[in-house]
């Protein structure tokens, strides 16, 4: 049972492009955050949202808490941003639950 | 910027011996955490600590594991009797509260042979 859903798993785009992942949970939150995990394997945290939409230069997340659902948008994407991106819930139980990942190739 | 440290970077140990993986938070970090990735695998929570006790725990972290914050600024992650299986990254991460972001460190691979 996977508390966390992820899709798609794997994605490549072309450079500029706009790109958008998606992240459905079942549990009861406190927090969602989205990870970006090095091909190193280092993990840094990108946004943390409870609610509405969180904006850094050109990444955008969103949190609908009633459908349960979270997005990660990239505008104008650039090679630098192959990663995989991890999106994880964090009950009020301050337990985490994490996605298997979408590992996101962009191509110059 | 402030930054979370791990180390060592790569451990190899035998299977049935104790490893102790340590963590340097930063330093007005309250909440702290660690994960696993078994290679190839999502990442996996382990356990939180909060006030110099553990405030939740996955099902993974059996009687093997144990966590202690010795002297105010190491959390340590401590396995008492290896196995193969628990060849993985662990991950250390801290935050300033708990409605903040989460910080991580590099990671530590631990090899069990």
């Known amino acids: 049972k996977n508390e966390v859903e992820q899709s798609p798993q794997n994605l490549t785009a072309q450079e500029g492009e706009f790109i958008t992942i998606n992240c459905s949970y079942s549990?009861?939150?406190?927090?969602l955050h989205w990870l970006q995990q090095h091909p190193g394997g280092g993990i840094v945290s990108l946004f943390m949202?409870?609610?509405g939409k969180k904006k850094h230069g050109r990444l955008i997340a969103t949190i609908n808490i009633q459908e349960k659902h979270s997005s990660l948008h990239i505008t104008a994407s650039h090679p630098r941003d192959s990663a995989v991106y991890i999106c994880?819930?964090?009950?009020?139980?301050?337990?985490?639950?994490f996605g298997t990942g979408t590992s996101l190739t962009v191509i110059p | 910027e402030p930054e979370v440290t791990q180390t060592p970077s790569h451990q190899v140990t035998q299977m049935g011996q104790e490893v102790i993986l340590r963590c340097v938070p930063i330093?007005?970090?309250?909440?702290f955490y660690w994960y696993r990735q078994i290679l190839g695998q999502k990442v996996e929570f382990l356990v939180s600590?909060?006030?110099?006790?553990?405030?939740?725990k996955s099902e993974i972290f059996d009687d093997q594991f144990s966590v202690e914050r010795p002297d105010g600024s190491n959390f340590t992650l401590k396995i008492r009797s290896t196995k193969l299986e628990d060849s993985a990254m662990y991950f250390c991460a801290s935050k300033g509260d708990r409605y903040t972001e989460a910080f991580f460190g590099q990671g530590t691979r631990l090899t069990v042979v």
């Open positions: 600590f909060y006030n110099n006790e553990i405030s939740e």
């Open positions: 549990v009861g939150i406190s927090a």
């Open positions: 949202l409870s609610s």
């Open positions: 330093s007005n970090h309250l909440y």
């Open positions: 994880a819930a964090v009950t009020t139980g301050n337990q985490f639950y």
